[in-house]
């Protein structure tokens, strides 16, 4: 099973390498714009969001978290509208402060995009993989002192684990980096042509896309095939509608 998540990390790697060469090639991508979306995603939903989920949620100890189990729909819907508050804010903050300083291009939408989504795929994805490549090695080992360290629960994940599944895993960060390059556009084009239905628009449509994973989440959908599908679907709708809506005529 380690080959597997070693491919799936490559490919990783290689997808975000190629979009970022690409962007630079063709559309001239500002680095230090791809730089700052990088920092603003782990600012915004790796500091500044998470220091209100310790707030607000109170996870226990061995990562459990009591709202989760005591009242689900509660729960999905705190953890859709928190990730499309803080992250979507974080894209309104950095439009508005680089329209300021000069005037923006399409390229810096992708640009900070990429830079957004790329450090989440490295971020969430690879660092996820990494972790069962670690799981794997160690139930590989049967090491006693370590296999009484690892939850029943972990042991049954690990032992139950397809390699379809990693590769999924793979599948939804390339679709997520899709969304995220995609959101990205609606709010720039929400500062640029100060058009704030579009901004309240990104916010739906981030707590939307994050609906089907966190349903999952708490066991309301228990298929990864029709979590996926579902994504791969708004992803596709998505594109269209952005392409058609903000340049029609390319």
């Not at 390059?181 to 739906?204: D, E, M, N, S």
């Not at 309301?220 to 029609?248: M, Q």
Request: with cysteine; hydrophobic share 55%; proline share 3%.
């Amino acid at each position: 099973m380690k080959i597997h998540v070693i491919i799936t990390m490559v490919a990783l790697f290689a997808v975000l390498i190629a979009a970022v060469w690409y962007a630079r090639k063709k559309y001239k991508i500002n680095f230090a714009v791809l730089g700052l979306g990088a920092v603003a995603f782990f600012a915004s939903s790796q500091v500044l969001e998470k220091i209100v989920h310790l707030l607000v949620l109170h996870p226990q100890k061995d990562g459990t978290v009591p709202l989760m189990t005591e009242n689900p729909l509660l729960y999905v819907i705190y953890g859709i509208c928190m990730a499309a508050l803080f992250e979507e804010t974080a894209r309104l903050i950095f439009f508005k402060w680089l329209n300021k300083k000069r005037e923006m291009e399409d390229s810096d939408a992708l640009a900070y995009g990429l830079g957004h989504g790329g450090l989440e795929m490295i971020y969430i994805g690879i660092a996820s993989l990494l972790n069962l490549f670690i799981l794997f090695s160690a139930v590989e080992s049967q090491n006693p002192a370590i296999m009484q360290l690892l939850p029943e629960s972990t042991l049954a994940t690990i032992n139950n684990l397809a390699a379809w599944q990693i590769y999924l895993l793979g599948l939804e960060r390339i679709l997520a980096l899709l969304l995220q390059v995609g959101l990205t556009f609606w709010v720039y084009q929400a500062v640029r042509q100060k058009k704030w239905i579009y901004l309240v628009a990104a916010y739906g449509l981030h707590a939307l896309f994050d609906l089907a994973p966190s349903l999952s989440q708490v066991g309301w959908l228990s298929n990864p095939l029709l979590v996926e599908g579902l994504l791969a679907v708004e992803v596709i709708i998505f594109i269209y509608f952005t392409k058609t809506i903000f340049y029609k005529k390319q």
